[in-house]
């Protein structure tokens, strides 16, 4: 990102979106409470996209009192922030950014801790977002991914993100000599799957 500087951050309690890329398509929309630091932005199709992700960040985030308790240390707010704008700009789907939103106002609210926010936002941005929804359907805390109950091909995504442990292995069925049925893996909702789970089932 390069050329105008899109100054977020003013004091504790209330920042300002002062520029959107050069045009003022959002000026001072106000926001309680220190996110982000300085962005520097242009006006290619990469810094205009991005704008939108931040936008539909800034639009999902609630204002809370607690913004000044969590963000007392600077150089922590701009280690958060940081990390926060690498994780938003590599996420492809609205729904996505705003389900981080959401995250970010539970870690506000002191519901998630600061590496659970950063560990299931970078989950939630490199997720199919389709198959991410599917846990609010899973009744399950451990099952067979045998394709029975739920479509084999969502868990083993869900596993592969992080939502889902390895919980062993089913044994191949047997008849006559012959194979009926593979074995299957058994896999069992992690914490991690269970705070997502949560969170999509209320705000879905």
Not at 86 to 99: G, M, P, R, V
Not at 105 to 118: R, S, T, W
Not at 162 to 179: H, I, N, P, R, W
Request: contains cysteine; negative net charge.
């Amino acid at each position: 990102m390069n050329n105008d500087t899109l100054s977020i951050i003013e004091n504790y309690g209330e920042y300002t979106l002062d520029k959107f890329l050069n045009e003022g398509a959002l000026r001072d929309l106000p926001i309680v409470g220190p996110a982000f630091s300085v962005i520097k932005i242009g006006k290619s199709i990469q810094d205009r996209i991005f704008m939108e992700k931040l936008r539909g960040f800034i639009d999902n985030v609630n204002e809370n009192k607690k913004w000044r308790e969590k963000f007392l240390d600077v150089d922590e707010c701009y280690k958060i922030s940081k990390k926060l704008v690498y994780i938003i700009d590599s996420t492809d789907d609205d729904e996505k950014i705003k389900l981080i939103a959401i995250l970010f106002n539970y870690y506000v609210a002191g519901e998630v801790d600061k590496d659970e926010f950063l560990y299931l936002s970078s989950i939630v941005s490199k997720s199919y977002y389709k198959y991410l929804k599917s846990l609010k359907s899973i009744n399950d805390i451990r099952f067979s991914n045998d394709g029975e109950k739920y479509d084999s091909s969502v868990i083993s995504h869900l596993y592969s993100i992080g939502l889902f442990d390895y919980s062993g292995s089913t044994m191949a069925q047997m008849k006559e000599g012959k194979v009926v049925k593979l074995g299957s893996v058994i896999y069992n909702l992690n914490g991690y799957g269970s705070i997502l789970k949560q969170i999509i089932e209320q705000h879905d």
